[in-house]
């Protein structure tokens, strides 16, 4: 169980393109195609922003996608919004437990 | 709408117990897995507990053999006891529909654990 591995922090300006990784193992990541994004602001609880890998939930812009290959999952924003700061966390589901990212703090300059 | 209410959150001492519950409304309570998650302050998201619709319970080892969760779907609740509690256990505690995926989540109930 042990956690996903996500860079501390990332930063981007208006209009730009950050991606986030997400590292984990074959028992997870790279076993079930259930990883899923979450964003939250400060005093918040999280809000789901993509799951099963690529799926986006209603509500959340197409400008936020996901993909996976092999053990790493990635979580790409397109067209960065000053909205968009705050923290992401990855997590994926592993069958008789589940494993959240340390999270990435993202900073749009 | 679909919303999770969290309640039971408080202030403990060490080896102290606690019990969570949370009310579901909006949705078929007992057509979805329920999730347990907390969050330490400052810190990030760590799974807890998870049962299944069938009332199947999987654990984090940090909590295995402390905490035990549990649903009654005539009543559209979940709940999670928490024994022997431990001062890294403080955190804010979700009440969270889903395991796959997890949406909505509650807003989330403080246990602290202190002398």
Not at chain 2, 64 to 89: E, H, P, W, Y
Request: hydrophobic fraction near 30%; include cysteine.
């Amino acid at each position: 169980q042990s956690a996903l591995t996500q860079p501390r922090s990332v930063s981007g300006s208006p209009g730009q393109s950050v991606t986030i990784s997400c590292t984990g193992t074959s028992s997870d990541v790279g076993h079930y195609n259930y990883v899923s994004w979450y964003q939250q602001h400060p005093g918040k609880a999280p809000k789901l922003m993509i799951y099963d890998v690529s799926k986006r939930p209603s509500g959340v812009p197409d400008r936020f996608s996901g993909s996976k290959s092999g053990n790493t999952a990635s979580l790409t924003i397109s067209g960065l919004q000053v909205e968009d700061e705050g923290v992401y966390f990855c997590c994926s589901y592993a069958g008789t437990y589940v494993v959240f990212g340390g999270g990435t703090n993202l900073t749009v300059l | 709408q679909v919303q999770l209410e969290e309640s039971g959150g408080g202030l403990v001492k060490p080896g102290g117990s606690l019990r969570l519950s949370c009310a579901a409304s909006g949705f078929t309570f007992s057509d979805f897995h329920m999730t347990w998650i907390r969050q330490a302050p400052g810190k990030g998201l760590e799974w807890v507990a998870y049962i299944s619709i069938t009332s199947k319970v999987y654990y984090a080892d940090s909590v295995k053999g402390r905490f035990t969760i549990s649903r009654d779907n005539a009543k559209n609740s979940l709940f999670l006891q928490m024994d022997n509690l431990r001062v890294d256990d403080t955190a804010v505690y979700y009440c969270v529909r889903g395991v796959l995926k997890f949406d909505p989540w509650g807003q989330g109930t403080l246990v602290t654990v202190s002398s």
